[in-house]
């Protein structure tokens, strides 16, 4: 009852994963959160003070479900992270409807069941917020706009949730991951997109997961207790330079 609990959707595999990580390096408890089961009990298995819970952040049953089992688990929710998300790219001719809502389903919908449904627990420990979006929700660029257009709205949302809920002492900050080296981005792009980037970034590099956790676990801190409303970019630099990709086209 006394340490802190943070809840981690999407927390599998990748920044969510790592963001798991760290905070049970910081002493805290953590709820894994994931609908890929087998992932999450892959990734549970080798981990202690975590509580795995295969939901899907989309379905309002089971996110009120995810954050009752926190509370009788840990009894408490000091910090919600609300990763999980899905990337589906392609021109916009090629955008259908249900593609779109899928995007939808689990970018925006998600964080907004999430938030909502932690927000009591959120203000008895005066916790924080930490949603993820994108370099994509801060630029346009070509085959993304289901995707950045759910990571744009959710940067607005975590706005929204830090004007209203300041007065009871929850923080609501957003991370906007740049290129980041993951096992899918290792898998999809291609030697042109890498150096595309590579030459777009100033720290002239692709992110770690790790790097994209330390910003996240801040946020989610006491150390960050006098910051909100706030949209970070972790990202080498990205999106301050606004520089075109040529090779995202292809």
Request: glycine fraction near 8%; include cysteine; hydrophobic fraction near 45%.
């Amino acid at each position: 009852m006394t340490r802190k609990c943070a809840i981690v959707t999407g927390a599998a595999r990748g920044i969510g994963l790592a963001t798991t990580d760290l905070f049970l390096e910081m002493g805290w408890q953590v709820v894994m959160v994931d609908r890929d089961a087998a992932e999450l009990d892959s990734a549970a298995a080798t981990r202690e003070d975590i509580l795995a819970l295969p939901y899907d952040v989309s379905n309002p049953q089971q996110v009120n479900r995810m954050v009752s089992e926190t509370l009788d688990w840990s009894g408490r929710v000091d910090a919600l992270i609300n990763n999980a998300g899905v990337a589906e790219f392609g021109p916009i001719a090629d955008c259908t409807f249900e593609m779109w809502r899928r995007v939808m389903e689990t970018n925006l919908d998600g964080v907004f069941l999430c938030s909502q449904a932690a927000a009591d627990a959120l203000k008895a420990t005066r916790g924080a917020i930490v949603n993820i979006a994108s370099i994509s929700g801060l630029r346009a660029s070509t085959l993304r706009v289901a995707y950045g257009t759910s990571k744009a709205a959710v940067i607005q949302l975590t706005k929204q949730y830090a004007a209203e809920l300041g007065e009871y002492g929850v923080r609501a900050n957003c991370v906007c991951p740049g290129p980041v080296k993951t096992k899918l981005s290792v898998a999809v792009h291609s030697p042109a997109i890498i150096q595309a980037y590579h030459d777009a970034i100033p720290l002239n590099r692709y992110g770690s997961e790790r790097e994209l956790a330390e910003t996240i676990c801040f946020l989610a801190s006491e150390k960050a207790s006098y910051v909100t409303g706030q949209v970070v970019a972790v990202d080498g630099g990205f999106e301050s330079t606004g520089v075109g990709l040529p090779a995202l086209r292809e």
